[in-house]
């Protein structure tokens, strides 16, 4: 690990305008993924500003009926929330398909959601890797890509997103609000939160440098069995092959979102419509336009499957 200072934020403004003064800092709270990319010298922030004790960590109603999760609140205290569990099921049990109890007593919204993608030639700083190094090449195109995407890629890069969690909040149409260094705030959708690779596979989501999420809010309750199945290697600890997200409602209606086949937590809305009439009518939606690579073709299928068994437990 690289030499870096350390200073800890008492604000959010302070927190952003620590980052305008050092150009190139980072922000660190739960630390689950940047200390790991730091060790191994794939991140090498000079400056680090610790926002791990924000004024950011409740879980409030909104005046619209949803709630309003803040940036610090960790994974555990999330998942274990009785409100998110009566209403919001499906992301406590995307939570603790996540990770383990170590990790989510660490881990927070706004980290979680950050998690940078994941790709093993990302981590292997002796292969080219566009994400890790811009304009250095894709070792994962023509190499070993089992896990990795199926869907929205490019020449540039195939990783997939990583997170389980961002899974679920794309199936809720949750937004991402943030505030800069101007004391600017915004709402993200989702939806819109995170980069298509394209040719610039480093730069991940919307957000702007110095830019800091204060929470993650959520709407108004929709009813609706909620489901989360996440298919991987092992029991536990493990990345997901790919994931179905699903709120699905009494007459076979819902939403469904994909795990491990992109870059994002993959959703089209217009395959929604499909859903009463079966898993394989809804996957052929969901996959359109995908381009698997002989090592990632299982996906295919798997994710077929895998709603088909979701859209059978739904209905009992």
């Known amino acids: 690990m690289k030499a870096f200072t350390y200073e800890r934020a008492a ?7 620590a980052f305008a003064k050092a150009p190139g800092a980072r922000f660190i709270a739960g630390g689950t993924n940047l200390l790991d990319l730091m060790k191994l010298q794939i991140e090498t922030p000079a400056h680090l500003i610790d926002v791990s004790r924000l004024a950011l960590d409740t879980i409030e109603p909104t005046k619209e009926g949803g709630l309003r999760i803040g940036a610090m609140v960790r994974n555990t205290d ?15 049990r995307a939570l603790v398909a996540g990770a383990s109890g170590q990790l ?6 706004a980290g979680n959601l950050l998690q940078r993608t994941r790709c093993p030639y990302f981590y292997d700083t002796n292969q080219p890797c566009n994400k890790r190094q811009p304009g250095s090449g894709c070792a994962a195109i023509g190499g070993v890509s089992r896990t990795l995407a199926v869907l929205g890629a490019s020449e540039a890069c195939i990783a997939t997103h990583p997170s389980d969690m ?14 800069d260094a101007a004391g600017k705030a915004r709402a993200i959708p989702i939806a819109d939160f995170y980069r298509a690779p394209g040719t610039t596979p480093h730069l991940e989501t919307m957000l702007e440098p110095g830019e800091l999420i204060t929470a993650v809010t959520l709407p108004k309750p929709m009813g609706g069995t909620h489901i989360y199945h996440k298919v991987r290697d092992r029991a536990s600890y493990a990345f997901a092959l790919i994931s179905v997200a699903a709120v699905v409602q009494k007459d076979g209606s819902g939403r469904v979102a994909l795990g491990g086949v992109a870059h994002k937590p ?14 394989k009518a809804v996957a ?23 709603l088909a068994g979701v859209l059978a437990e739904a209905k009992g």
């Open 11 to 17: 604000t959010p403004a302070g927190a952003t305008a």
């Open 78 to 92: 999330l998942a274990a929330d009785a409100r998110v569990r009566r209403d919001y099921g499906l992301l406590t």
């Open 104 to 109: 989510r007593n660490k881990a927070t919204t």
């Open 166 to 179: 961002a899974v679920a909040m794309r199936a809720l149409d949750a937004s991402v609000e943030t505030v």
């Open 266 to 279: 993959w959703r089209v809305e217009a395959a929604e419509a499909d859903m009463p009439r079966g898993a």
């Open 284 to 306: 052929s939606g969901l996959l359109a336009g995908a381009t698997p690579s002989h090592d990632n073709a299982y996906k295919l299928p798997l994710v077929e499957r895998t």
